[in-house]
């Protein structure tokens, strides 16, 4: 072939569509640089300065200490709490966007799951506190139902850390699993039901096993976003809850112990691999969401 097209293809330094490797590696420099200075080796250092003798002996004190022992339970199980209601919540809330008809309550849904990405989380946690608090509109309407003394408080107790943190990971729970349902053929559903099983069956034997990789994601990215709560516990749980996030902020801003710190935080940390390695097991276990 000949003329000027194959002039161009044999011209040397034409423009191709694909770069070379050293022109991606060049674009790619800078957020290489953030990772390995931001992530990478703040984790190294962390995990080589525990495994060192004063960084060891931090971690066997944290580890059987009666306050931060206590700390990393309630760590551990509020956030496993947050987690299954927040994605059986999220479930329903999903489920609803993938299949209500009317523009308007669609809308509405977006609104109620958009709605905490829309605020910060200072706002967030004071506005429970206006309701959560002694003398506040949920007091109030318990105390005239009887249901509760008019001295007592649900602020600063455990359930208004989980209640803070369920609004605030919602979204989360929502996303991914909206996204999940969405690519599951809701036709199956109405040939279960050609079968003889009622919605609620159908549902329940169609959906989820083939949602099941999507519900498992999910549960993992929000079980590791609760272990490092920090905000939500100091303003809604006070003094009496303590969470893992803010006993390593007494470690450091209070008792000055940078090994106990270092120590606790590496603790939290494998419990978030943990987390994601049996996320990941269990992903791979389970059907692909294929039904064919």
């Known amino acids: 072939m000949t003329g000027p097209l194959s002039a161009l293809r044999a011209r040397p330094g034409r423009w191709q569509a694909q770069s070379s490797t050293s022109v991606g590696l060049l674009l790619v420099a800078p957020a290489l640089v953030l990772v390995i200075g931001l992530v990478a080796y703040p984790l190294v250092s962390l995990v080589a300065d525990t495994l060192r003798p004063e960084g060891r002996a931090a971690l066997v004190a944290v580890l059987s200490g009666d306050a931060s022992r206590r700390a990393l339970l309630r760590t551990l199980w509020v956030s496993f709490e947050v987690t299954v209601l927040a994605v059986v919540l999220g479930a329903f809330m999903a489920w609803a966007l993938c299949t209500v008809r009317g523009r308007l309550w669609r809308i509405l849904l977006w609104i109620a799951v958009l709605a905490p990405f829309w605020m910060s989380v200072v706002v967030k946690n004071y506005a429970f506190v206006l309701i959560l608090r002694q003398g506040g509109p949920l007091n109030r309407l318990l105390v005239a139902l009887g249901l509760m003394d008019p001295r007592q408080s649900l602020l600063y107790t455990e359930g208004s850390v989980v209640v803070g943190m369920l609004y605030a990971m919602l979204p989360y729970a929502v996303l991914p699993l909206f996204a999940t349902f969405s690519g599951v053929?809701?036709?199956?559903?109405?040939?279960?039901?050609?079968?003889?099983?009622?919605?609620?069956?159908?549902?329940?034997?169609?959906?989820?096993?083939?949602?099941?990789?999507?519900?498992?994601?999910?549960?993992?990215?929000?079980?590791?976003?609760?272990?490092?709560?920090?905000?939500?516990?100091?303003?809604?749980?006070?003094?009496?809850?303590?969470?893992?996030?803010?006993?390593?902020?007494?470690?450091?801003?209070?008792?000055?112990?940078?090994?106990?710190?270092?120590?606790?935080?590496?603790?939290?940390?494998?419990?978030?691999?943990?987390?994601?390695?049996?996320?990941?097991?269990?992903?791979?276990?389970?059907?692909?969401?294929?039904?064919?």
Do not use: N
């Open 185 to 292: 053929d809701r036709s199956l559903i109405g040939a279960a039901e050609t079968l003889g099983a009622g919605r609620a069956r159908a549902i329940v034997s169609v959906v989820l096993p083939l949602a099941a990789r999507g519900i498992v994601s999910a549960t993992t990215l929000v079980y590791v976003i609760c272990l490092g709560f920090y905000v939500t516990p100091v303003v809604l749980g006070g003094p009496g809850t303590p969470f893992a996030a803010t006993l390593i902020g007494s470690y450091l801003f209070e008792y000055f112990d940078m090994p106990g710190a270092k120590a606790f935080a590496l603790v939290i940390l494998l419990a978030a691999l943990a987390a994601v390695v049996a996320g990941q097991a269990l992903a791979r276990v389970l059907p692909s969401g294929d039904p064919a």
